[in-house]
């Protein structure tokens, strides 16, 4: 019981602690309701003034998924795990089929339905980016139906969200012919990144896991560089449990390419690669977090030591050169630049120049660096003072 109840009572002190930095506000509309509210978290540190910008997650549903979603995204921005997000929750309809359920005849969105896709596209969105600092990156959030209409702007002859993540899907019995007819091969044609999401769950009806799960099938077969198929399946007897599970689990795989390099990652994308290719990796990975993301994290220390051992065992360590260079650039003031490239020199039996960089090195770090003493040795081994 404790182990169950632990992750809501967690996220409520999360609400209690974020609260202060929720507004609230009115969209006057020509498409829903005269008029329909929304939430607005802005994280820690956001600053009109400063030049960084921040994902747009759009979260359906607010009654119930706003507070879930912000408080996985602040731990997760807390472990660096994923950027820090500007959340948007949308008030739904009192009758929620208005907003996001379907034609069962057919499966297409009702003209309320419609109405309501267009109110956030053409106002929630464009309200947002107007007022706020948001970058390119765009998650669209939602559980039930509503995780059903977020599948309808796969349709966009221009796709323009990056992340589908679908909660609980409640999909009519055509989803399959409506998923053929978004024609995916076009979004290869995009210089961008995309996620869909969905899971099942033991805890749905037999029918609805079967519907899921054939459509997952169809998704499995999807080959698209830049379109990431996540399908989950959550083994539990709580369709509220299925949902907090996924929000957590969906952040995980959507962020993936902003956290460091994990072991899979490494295996998958990086461990084969030849010198050149895994610094240029490093230096692409870290390009499309900040265009994506609007963050610039420079290269964490962590993903440098990842690919060390690729470009000092390979290929003779001719690459470590540019290794150096690169780290030097984007962190003068590290010792790490200095010591590769010292590393390149000593390699090539240059001695001269290995201690010149191995000195330089040195002379960047505090003596209470409990690495300095090994920097120094190199100093020593190489016959300097």
């Known amino acids: 019981m404790i182990k169950k109840t632990f992750p809501l009572i967690f996220l409520f002190f999360s ?4 609260s202060q ?3 609230n506000k009115t969209i006057n509309s020509n498409y829903v309701d005269d008029e329909r509210k929304i939430k607005i978290y802005l994280p820690e540190g956001y600053d009109d003034t400063k030049e960084k910008n921040y994902p747009l997650a759009i979260v359906l549903d607010a009654s119930y998924m706003f507070d879930a979603y912000v408080g996985n995204s602040v731990l997760f921005a807390a472990k660096d795990k994923a950027p820090k997000q500007i959340i948007v929750g949308i008030q739904m309809s009192k009758t929620r ?15 309320d339905n419609e109405k309501f896709y267009q109110f956030l596209k053409n106002e929630v969105i464009f309200e947002i980016e107007s007022t706020y600092k948001t970058s390119p990156f765009i998650s669209l959030i939602g559980e039930g139906t509503s995780a059903n209409l977020i599948t309808n702007f796969l349709r ?24 053929q007819s978004y024609d995916f091969p076009r979004f290869q044609k995009e210089d961008n990144t995309f996620y869909y999401y969905t899971n099942n769950s033991t805890s749905f009806s037999e029918n609805k896991q079967i519907r899921i799960g054939e459509l997952q099938k169809g998704l499995a077969g ?4 830049n379109f ?8 539990t007897k709580s369709s509220i449990s299925a949902m907090s599970e996924a929000i957590p689990r969906a952040l995980t795989k959507v962020f993936e390419i902003y956290s460091g390099i994990s072991k899979e990652e490494f295996d998958k994308n990086i461990k084969d690669l ?4 895994a610094i240029s990796y490093l230096e692409n990975k870290y390009l499309d977090i900040e265009f994506l993301f609007g963050t610039n994290l420079g290269i964490r220390e962590t993903d440098i030591y990842a690919i060390e051992k690729i470009v000092i065992e390979k290929e003779n360590g001719d690459q470590l050169l540019n290794f150096g260079k690169m780290i030097l650039k984007l962190y003068p003031s590290s010792p790490l630049g200095d010591y590769y490239i010292g590393r390149y020199y000593e390699q090539g039996k240059n001695i001269k120049k290995a201690l010149k960089y191995y000195k330089i090195g040195y002379g960047k770090m505090d003596p209470s660096n409990p690495n300095a003493d090994a920097f120094y040795e190199n100093i020593l081994r190489l016959g300097g003072r």
Do not use: H, R, W
């Open 222 to 225: 999807l080959k698209l560089e």
């Open 97 to 111: 089929k208005k907003d996001t359920y379907f034609n069962i005849n057919n499966g297409n969105l009702t003209t």
């Open 156 to 179: 966009e002859s221009t796709p323009f969200i990056n992340a589908y993540i679908c909660i609980n899907p409640i999909y009519s019995d055509f989803i399959g012919n409506q998923m």
């Open 274 to 277: 030849s010198p050149i290719d």
């Open 15 to 18: 609400v209690i602690g974020f």
């Open 21 to 23: 930095k929720i507004l």
């Open 228 to 235: 990431n198929v996540i399908n989950d399946t959550i083994v």
